[in-house]
Antibody, heavy 122, light 107 residues
């Protein structure tokens, strides 16, 4: 059974770079879309972006200028960097595995990492 | 971009049936999925591809879709079903989008 374990710094100052890593255990990176999603306190979910095992990325247009998602296949890991953070970036950040099926019409996230609360405060 | 609209909250009596909806233009072309999130926990997938249930998800959870609306139905709601439920899909550019979430309260 595939499991995702994530870690990274939980407290940042404005203008710093958020950095999180997610390790995939029990399965391969191949054939999936490795995704970052965030959830501000008390609010809904926001897709940040994704990467496949070949390194092809897709980002939320609203965050694209500040986001980099990368993959390290040798370690079965993928990572998120979000530059120039502000208080508006305070959220629980989740990594998740995206699966595409059904002739490109079905795409879902499962499983998810445990989540990391990142707080941006001066 | 595309938006998915969900009602903020709904209540259901223990053992009764509740339907949660998710509306959006993208649902005419792409299937929705449904996630359950309990306080302090990561979301878990309960329905994918309109009506498929992952292993381990009780069969009281079911999905359907018509036009621009996807629905999640809980038949015989249990106390442990009290949670936030989010739908997701994609827009025409392939960007993933989530609904705002529906809080289900079991009375």
């Amino acid at each position: 059974q595939v499991q995702l374990q994530q870690w990274g710094a939980g407290l940042l100052k404005p203008s710093e770079t958020l950095s999180l890593t997610c390790t995939v255990s029990g399965g391969s990176l191949s054939g999936y879309y490795w995704t970052w999603i965030r959830q501000p306190p008390g609010k809904g979910l926001e897709w940040i972006g994704e990467i496949n095992h070949s390194g092809n990325t897709k980002y939320n247009p609203s965050l694209k200028s500040r986001v980099t998602i990368s993959v390290d296949a040798s370690k079965n890991q993928f990572s998120l960097k979000l530059r120039s953070v502000t208080a508006a970036d305070t959220a629980v950040y989740y990594c998740a595995r995206g699966t595409l099926n059904g002739g490109n019409s079905v795409f879902w996230f499962d499983p998810w990492g445990q989540g990391t609360l990142v707080t941006v405060s001066s | 971009s595309s938006e998915l609209t969900q009602d903020p909250g709904v209540s259901v009596a223990l053992g009764q049936t509740v339907r949660i909806t998710c509306q959006g233009d993208s649902l005419r072309s792409y299937y929705a999925n449904w996630y359950q999130q309990k306080p302090g926990q990561a979301p878990i997938l309960v329905i994918y591809g309109k009506r498929n249930r992952p292993s381990g998800i009780p069969d009281r959870f079911s999905g359907s879709s018509s036009g621009n609306t996807a629905s999640l139905t809980i038949t015989g709601a249990q106390a442990e079903d009290e949670a936030d439920y989010f739908c997701d899909s994609r827009d025409s550019s392939g960007n993933r989008v989530f609904g705002g979430g529906t809080k289900v309260t079991v009375l």
